[in-house]
């Protein structure tokens, strides 16, 4: 029963870690895919004032759309549309 019982533990362990390791990941993708776009939204020119807006809507569907992805709102969704349960 012991074993069991540190078996459980040690795997709901490394199921966290897994976890933390896949959110940090996440977020870096995040940052390293917003930075070009903060870059030219605080630019001098205008013109790439201009492009920066016009890619900040697209770039924040696809941050959402990835959210949800890792977060398995997807599959909660697309599994209730399915099925019919929560």
């Known amino acids: 029963m012991l074993l069991y019982i540190f078996s459980v ?10 976890d933390d390791i896949v959110i940090a990941i996440s977020a870096i993708l995040i940052t390293l895919l917003w930075i070009p776009i903060a870059l030219n939204f605080f630019s001098a020119d ?3 004032q201009y492009m920066a807006r ?11 759309i990835y959210i949800m992805a890792i977060s398995g709102t997807i599959f909660v969704l697309f599994n209730y549309i399915v099925t019919g349960k929560p």
């Open 54 to 64: 016009q890619r900040l809507k697209n770039a924040s569907i696809g941050t959402v």
């Open 46 to 48: 205008e013109n790439k």
């Open 9 to 18: 533990v040690a795997l709901q362990t490394m199921l966290s870690r897994i």
